[in-house]
């Protein structure tokens, strides 16, 4: 028996005086496509960000393609798109540049060979090959949001942690990363996505989690959205067990920059 993608047993954080995590317990199995879901502020970044090593635990343990959170996790193997995209960003990266960021690993800083043609392949699966020259700062944050998706799949991950990866992102940009993820989950990977709404992703996730005040209060079937709403637009999430914020576009452009590192970020 394989061990879970993502295996979090007890899980407390505190980010300064507030305890934000309390005692979550979280299993996703390979090619398993999780939703995690909650209000504002019920702490889904914050359990996201400590899944990928961001932020540490204050208690309880997290295990990662079989290993314990640190340097055994297989770490390239991970993709992860952190929520918000920084509006200005004072160097102007190219999104190439960006993107290929996403290949480097361990303790190496040199981009593999080859890395423009898989920096054009990445950015062609968000749809946007013919910006790969731009300064990141020239685009719109919808596109800067996919660019940081591009980052995420250059390396060809086996589990993606995405955080609201299409909040600011237009429909017609929701529909073909739709696509692009259905594409990657049928040839096995694993996903945990944080959601307002399940949206153009519906029909990939096989599970959802909601959580709030910082614990799990549902895991299970997704919830459906509610059919009197009709149009697309309205397509919100309503669990029965929790309420789900009816957000639209999030708060895009405020902390997170696309570079960004665990070192940079953990404890604030
Ligand atoms: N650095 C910090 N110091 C203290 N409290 C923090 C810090 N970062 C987040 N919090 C608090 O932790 C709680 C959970 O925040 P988190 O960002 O995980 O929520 P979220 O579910 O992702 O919300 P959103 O839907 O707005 O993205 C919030 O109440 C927030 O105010
Ligand atoms: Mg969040």
Known sequence: MTAPAIDVRDLHVHLGASHVLR????????????????????????????????????????????????????????????????????????????????LLHGRRLALPRGWRRLAREALEQV??????????????????????????????PELLVLDEPVAGVDRPSQEAFAATMARLVDDGLTVLVVLHELGELAGLISRAVVLRHGQVVHDGAPPRPHAEHGS????????????????????????????????????P
């Open 127 to 156: 749809g946007l090959a013919d910006r790969a020259g731009q300064a990141t700062g020239q685009l719109s944050g919808g596109q800067q949001q996919r660019v940081l998706i591009a980052r995420a799949l250059v390396r060809k």
């Open 232 to 267: 697309r637009e309205h397509e919100h999430v309503h669990p029965h067990t929790s309420e789900v914020p009816v957000v639209g576009a999030h708060d895009v452009g405020l902390s997170d920059g696309p570079l960004l590192t665990g070192e940079q970020e953990a404890r």
């Open 23 to 102: 005692g979550v317990d979280l299993r996703v199995d390979h090619g398993e496509v999780v939703a995690l879901l909650g209000a504002n502020g019920s702490g889904k970044s914050t359990l996201v960000r400590t899944v990928v090593g961001v932020l540490e635990p204050t208690r309880g343990e997290v295990d990662l393609l079989g290993h314990r959170l640190g340097d055994d996790v297989p770490w390239q193997r991970v993709g992860y798109v952190p929520q918000r995209v920084s509006a200005a960003a004072g160097v102007p990266s190219t999104a190439a540049e960006v993107v290929a960021s996403g």
